[in-house]
């Protein structure tokens, strides 16, 4: 029960959290008002549109900003955007910039900051070519506000369109404005058009994804005429994705070179040969170290299990009758010896960890070890184990100490993800970062290596799990052979006893107790 309610409030306290940061990034704001001002210009291909945004939002809750997108391309051109300015009530306002649907949506504000009340942005940008020609007349077609509002309504939009001459061509359409989804027109709007300035403004609220758009007749060579895009303009707008992409490859290469160079095992003999020791002078702590380059809980069984072979603490299994049947086992362990001048540091330190006071007799319970102390022993026992079988020459076991031989490229690997929400510059440059901090993570877990003695102990303790796991069946089916090379010693207690740490340490323990059935029975 205890658990249960530990594990509720767990729950509830992290999403107390999520929900005060979920409150920060709503979208709970309408805009009460936007009113912009156009001006079209001659001087390229297609005329020069300059927009002068003016955006006035009611946050409702806490906020830290809003997105904005404007259009890259129209009608098969590219509109050359360019960026300006942005403000918020009168001040340079931070932003990004990703791409997203042939659209530039700008992230206006602070990620450290949040707001609320009355704000009003000014968004100052220029698009070019966004004149169409027809055979009459040509023509500027807009959308104001835009349909990309999933959640805010506008209260008011109004906008005016200054053009570079006099429109006095009767022959010309009228200016028209439309309103409304994609798709559907709502025409909740009214059009003024006087000398040189075409007026739009809504004459009623606008839905979230509804949008102001306006379309205006002008004289042919009122403006050059357009340019359309070719399919090299069309691969030149995707350059900036696919060398975002190039991250990916780029960063597996280096992962690659990096472990190729630095992080492999001088070769093997390539034979393996059934061994009946362990290797001279080695712990089944650091037999499990060097087998597989981690001292996990198992390595860390199998020494408690050499200790109490070794007359140093005692095993107990104490046994009940559970209430609705079968059998409660208690496991608990006993220090019999407590003279630790022939016991290795990380063996010391680990009978520390287990039995606090070190006094002869002191029993304890499997279930009440001291969880912090024995995770802080633990780690010291890594440590310090993984340094004491490192070194640059061939006395020992490893040319790169197992603990930190990863560091470089999971440092490197971890930061390049995280850059993509600090800092995001493009999908394609996400993608392929992500991609290749993966990449990376993925050569870190390879970024060990063994010395010349490390790898020939390998094949002696792969030697020794293939006699541990090798059913008694198949031996005896070996020894028919010429060289005998399951020629193993006669079973004992002894030779139970003496290699079952080990067995442990490789995760042969089972294999290796059943061959003892009916031999060893406590």
Known sequence: MKRVVLAFLVLAATFSVLAGYARADVNSFNVTNMNVRYDLYSDVPGGRLRVDEDIT?????????????????????????????????????????????????????RADKTITASHTYKIVYEVSNVVTAYDQYDELYWDVNGDQ?????????????????????????????????????????????????????????????????????????????????????????????????LV?????????IFWFTKGRDPKSKGIIVAQYEAPKGLSPAEVGLIYDYSLDSRDLSATLIDLAVRKYIKLHDEQKQKLFGGIKHSISLELINTSMEKLRPHEQKLLRAVFPTVTLGEKIAIGSIDRATMAKEVEAIRKELSEALTAGDETKYFSRNPRTAKTVL?????????????LFVDVGFAIGRIL????????????????????????????????????????????QSVDQPYAAPSKTVDLYEKLLPFAVALGVENSWSKQFEGIYQA
């Open 436 to 479: 290749g901090g993966v990449s990376l993570l993925l050569f870190a877990q390879l970024m060990h290596k063994r010395s010349r003695l490390g790898v020939d102990t390998l094949d002696h303790i792969k030697g020794l799990k293939l006699y541990l796991e090798t059913a008694e069946a198949d031996r005896l089916a070996k020894l």
């Open 57 to 109: 939002v009611n946050f409702r809750d806490y906020n830290r900003g809003i997105f904005r997108a404007i259009p890259k391309t129209y009608k098969n051109r590219n509109l050359d955007l360019k960026i300006l300015d942005v403000k918020r009530d009168g001040v340079e306002e931070p932003y990004t910039a990703s791409e997203s649907n042939d659209n530039e949506v700008l992230k206006i504000g």
């Open 248 to 256: 990916f490859p780029i960063a597996a290469i280096f992962g690659f």
């Open 149 to 245: 509002w999933a959640s805010q309504p506008f209260d008011k939009i109004r906008a005016e369109i200054h053009v570079p001459t006099v429109m006095t061509n009767s022959a010309l359409p009228s200016p028209k404005c439309f309103t409304g989804g994609y798709g559907k027109n709502t025409n909740v709007c009214k059009v003024q058009d006087t000398t040189g300035v075409v007026e739009v403004e809504t004459t009623a609220g606008l839905q979230p994804k509804e949008g102001l758009t306006y379309v205006i007749a002008l004289p042919k060579g009122l403006v050059p005429a357009g340019i359309e895009q070719t399919a090299i303009d069309k691969l030149a707008g995707y350059i900036f994705f696919f060398l975002g992409l």
């Open 410 to 422: 999971r440092g490197t690997g971890i930061v390049m993800i995280g850059s993509v929400f600090f």
